[in-house]
């Protein structure tokens, strides 16, 4: 029997974590293996699979969108790497106001599940933009709808997905009381049997609402714990990162299933208020910059967790924490893709306030069942990963090689440029 040394918060100390026994289950992957000096658990190479996915690294767009397009400039303040992007709008009375926007290209789940998945999709983008100005977004708008429901092989039904996913979208939103916009659609045969669904998101709010999405270095690593906020874990979305690089594949029902979630905008709007009432007490303290937010999406706690972390900044999660209605796997509580989620790196002098508004003041536990704030995690100066589950080790590796995705080389050039008429 081992003794393991816990903090106040039940999270391994790193001596403890030392020496605890590693998971049995290994798996091959020829470039980890080289940074560890081992085979990979089956856990690490799960979650590595899809921290490598396109739709959580952004290993090959995040590359090429910061080398062809502008990031910078006198009125930009947040844009690739951010929850979302930000400009300043206008100054008035002295103050800065800041527009907020990102826009989310959906299809897989809205192609298997049209109405969930289109509304989890605008649940998605709606958290980024809570995440990066601690505001209920101001409108959601469809910016783009493409598909064909003519020139279609498949016999898809096409209309009836159109109508279904825009119903989504504006559902989710109407629900947390944000008007919905029209947008527009374009019927091509190069979209045949993909209903390809574009959100945007948009949100006005002062300057000093803009939230950081890395944990913040003022005072020592050790200092500072992660509190998961929202809905108990599930198997939802198990898979999707993988899933949403993959052709889809209508006959593999369990893998789709897996990959479309299930909404609940009013539980969001609950938190939603809880994270206003949480960054205006920090304001007003002065405690804001000691606290860094980002949403629950793709890959879930695993991507929410490690993309915060950067530096010698690593952390520990206890997997035996966070809340769940039933047992679940640690690849499940790490990659489902369950909604209305949000995770807090915080000082820890500061967590308790964080817990008692999201607790007791919002009252999460009694909106959802098993929904709650609870700290799972706190971070050190080891630069690691490391996930514990029942006294075994199932994941611990750099958290800069667990979040590198391949670099895919994409033939670049200008394109034509063709002289018209002005209308």
């Known amino acids: 029997m081992i003794d393991i040394e816990y903090d106040i ?49 952004y290993g090959s767009s995040r590359f090429y969108l910061k080398t062809l397009l502008p990031v910078s400039g006198p009125n930009h303040l947040s844009a690739i790497g951010h929850e979302a992007a930000s400009v300043a709008f206008l ?24 109405h969930p998945g289109a509304a989890t999709g605008t649940g998605g983008d709606e958290r980024d933009k809570i995440a990066q100005n601690a505001k209920r977004v101001d409108a959601v ?84 714990v992660a509190i998961y906020i929202g809905k108990a874990s599930d198997t939802t979305g198990i898979g999707g990162t993988k899933f949403a690089s993959q052709a889809i594949d209508m006959t593999k029902t369990d893998l789709n299933e897996k990959a479309v979630q299930a909404p609940d905008p009013h539980l969001q709007e609950a938190e939603t208020r809880g994270i206003e009432i949480v960054v205006d007490t920090a304001i007003s303290e002065g405690w804001k910059t000691r606290m860094s937010i980002k949403d629950m999406g793709a890959a879930g ?40 989620r949000f995770l807090i790196y915080i000082h820890e002098d ?17 909106i959802n069942k098993g929904a709650c704030a609870k700290i799972i995690g706190r971070c050190n ?22 979040a590198s995705g391949p670099l895919l080389y994409r033939h670049v050039k200008e394109p034509e440029m063709k002289r018209q008429e002005l209308p």
Not at 191 to 204: E, H, Q, Y
Not at 318 to 334: A, F, V, W
Not at 385 to 402: A, C, K, Q, S, T
């Open 381 to 402: 100066d080891t630069g690691r990963y490391v996930f514990v589950r029942n006294g075994v080790i199932d994941v611990d590796m750099p958290h800069e090689d667990l």
């Open 301 to 340: 706690l695993l991507c929410s967790t490690v993309e915060q972390l950067h530096g010698n900044i690593g952390v520990t999660i206890n997997g035996d924490l966070i809340p769940q209605n039933n047992s679940r796997t640690s690849m499940e509580l790490l990659e489902a893709e369950t909604q209305e």
């Open 91 to 114: 100054v008035t009375n002295g103050k800065t106001i800041v527009l907020s926007y990102s826009s989310e290209s959906h299809n897989a789940p809205s192609y298997v599940c049209p």
């Open 350 to 366: 500061y967590a308790q306030r964080v817990l008692d508004i999201f607790n007791n003041d919002i009252g999460l536990p009694h």
């Open 9 to 57: 918060y039940r999270i391994p100390t790193i001596a403890a974590v030392s020496r605890l026994p590693r998971a049995l289950f290994t798996e091959d992957d020829v470039r980890l293996e080289k940074v560890l000096g081992r085979k990979l658990t089956f856990t690490e190479r799960s979650a590595a699979d899809s921290m490598a996915s396109e739709h959580a690294s």
């Open 141 to 224: 708008y469809e910016t783009r709808r493409q598909a064909h429901p003519h020139f279609n092989t498949a016999n898809d039904p096409i209309l009836q997905h159109t109508d279904e996913t825009t119903k989504g979208i504006a559902d989710y939103a109407n629900a947390m009381g944000i008007p919905h916009g029209d947008g527009s659609i374009k019927y091509h045969p190069g979209f045949t049997g993909n209903n390809l669904v574009n959100v945007m998101g948009i949100s006005l709010t002062e300057k000093e609402r803009l939230m950081s999405n890395k944990v913040p270095t003022i005072d020592r690593p050790e200092k500072y």
